[in-house]
């Protein structure tokens, strides 16, 4: 029996990455951590984000994972190079693999980043894809915080009049940026938030020539390629996660059930907030 | 030179209060917590929310304060008797005050409450409006969870087309509700989070003939009636407050000054997740 890949989010956004994980790996084993009682970290300072996502990792290398997957965009930004310098499993953020794809996808050059305040104001996303651009004509990155998407779609508001209208607004200052330049129209739009799939069909429809890049879904083609998995998935499993939470919030299943596709069954409460990320993090 | 007063919120809401406590007694010193490293309290369960609000109550009573206003409504919902058992001055929250207010002002006996979901679901509004009854014919209660009004509010959106959206739909589930029972309308509604008395204007425009309660003006006013204050306030002095954070977030200079409508100076980091409320609370 293998050991298990761990999962951690601010909360219960990282689900849209356990989702895609399971697509391409049904027959592993998980364990999800959420840290609900701290949601979110897009609001918080990037020396707060660092503590906590230490924590969470933490937490995870404790439970002897073999693999660890930062699913918050927030703590991929700030976090990420923090904690694999202190940990001997790798760790797949959800920056790169998105920037990556974004590279591969774009024939405009114009690059559009939505995220959370604490996402787009980390620079992280053009930061690394100008680095994995190299000496290639450097693309245009053009990012804008959506602070809404995240309480809207958590309120299920999936297509509701008001998250449009939130969307149109947000769109609009996006595609407004990019057009100042004088430039030719973004053609790829990451989405630089663990929210943010859930809201693919009205962006969309809101955007039809643009391609929305899903940063659990890349991220979870790097993790099997780290994994080196070539077997098809058998398509019958059953999943194997354990849940972990810092607190269970009433609506956490429910929500889940509308990330993850299926019933979530029982949740754990972790309690993480003394942990510390092994020593070398502290020197 | 008396002890200042204390005022704590999850985060940034209780600014509302903490100016209506300054609009009464501008001559007095306050000491602001927020705890902004862990906010929001209003979607976590009530047992996270007690030792969170436990570790506010702590860190102000370190500070030497003479009364301490739980200037959130969750944390007035399910935590306010575990403080007052514990500490040996006055505490006041959000409740009771308002729930006396809506009273007083109901002719239709048909009173509404909006909040977080952790205010709506603790049952507190309509428990403590119906202990302040007493004897008299009960008063309808109908109370729906408003979420997206915190971060609408927190994006500046305070007059947006989406977040008339948001509240229509928000008042068109609560009035449908009160209207179900075939009652009278609903004449009073109780702004059962500190966030939403920055959404006045909107509320009164879609409810022009409801009277809207507004927690922090009638808690000031307890508070003025605790303290003894009987001069009438002088009118300029300048705000004596000291503001402390759990976490000091990019925004939060810019949403503070939107909150108390004068420049917030300095803000200091307070550490405060080790911290435990008096024994009394551990017995």
């Known amino acids: 029996m293998t050991a298990p890949i761990g999962v951690f989010d601010s909360g219960i956004g990282g689900l849209?990455?356990?989702?895609?994980?399971?697509?391409?790996?049904?027959?592993?084993?998980y364990i999800y951590l959420g840290d609900s009682a701290r949601v979110p970290y897009g609001t918080k300072s990037a020396e707060t984000v660092r503590l906590f996502a230490g924590q969470c990792a933490q937490f995870l290398l404790d439970q002897g994972v073999q693999?660890?997957?930062?699913?918050?965009?927030?703590?991929?930004?700030?976090?990420?190079?923090t904690i694999r310098a202190a940990v001997d499993v790798p760790v797949i953020g959800m920056i790169e693999p998105a920037a990556r794809a974004a590279l591969q996808s774009t024939r405009s050059g114009q690059i559009g980043?939505?995220?959370?305040?604490g996402t787009v104001s980390s620079g992280a996303y053009p930061a690394v894809i100008q680095a994995l651009n190299g000496h290639a004509p450097a693309p245009a990155?053009?990012?804008?915080?959506?602070p809404?998407?995240?309480?809207?779609?958590?309120?299920?508001?999936?297509?509701?009049?008001?998250?449009?209208?939130?969307?149109?607004?947000?769109?609009?200052?996006l595609f407004a940026h990019g057009a100042a330049a004088g430039s030719p129209d973004i053609d790829t739009l990451v989405l630089g938030c663990t929210h943010y799939?859930?809201?693919?069909?009205?962006?969309?429809?809101?955007?039809?020539?643009?391609?929305?890049?899903?940063?659990?879904?890349?991220?979870?083609?790097v993790a099997r390629d780290i994994l080196c998995h070539s077997a098809p998935p058998?398509?019958?499993?059953?999943?194997?996660?354990?849940?972990?939470?810092?607190?269970?919030?009433?609506?956490?299943?429910?929500?889940?059930?509308?990330?993850?596709?299926?019933?979530v069954g029982g949740v754990e409460r972790a309690d993480i907030d003394h942990l510390v990320l092994v020593d070398k993090m502290m020197g």
């Open 16 to 29: 849209s990455v356990l989702r895609e994980l399971l697509r391409l790996m049904p027959d592993e084993s």
């Open 67 to 81: 693999l660890i997957v930062v699913a918050c965009n927030t703590a991929s930004a700030v976090a990420l190079e």
């Open 113 to 117: 980043v939505i995220g959370t305040r």
């Open 141 to 146: 990155v053009h990012s804008f915080a959506c």
């Open 148 to 173: 809404l998407f995240v309480p809207l779609v958590e309120e299920g508001w999936i297509d509701h009049p008001a998250t449009r209208l939130v969307a149109q607004d947000y769109l609009d200052h």
């Open 197 to 221: 799939p859930l809201l693919k069909p009205l962006l969309h429809e809101l955007l039809p020539s643009v391609h929305l890049i899903d940063c659990g879904e890349h991220a979870a083609h």
């Open 234 to 263: 058998s398509s019958n499993a059953a999943p194997n996660v354990r849940f972990y939470l810092t607190d269970i919030p009433p609506a956490f299943v429910s929500i889940a059930e509308r990330f993850l596709g299926f019933s």
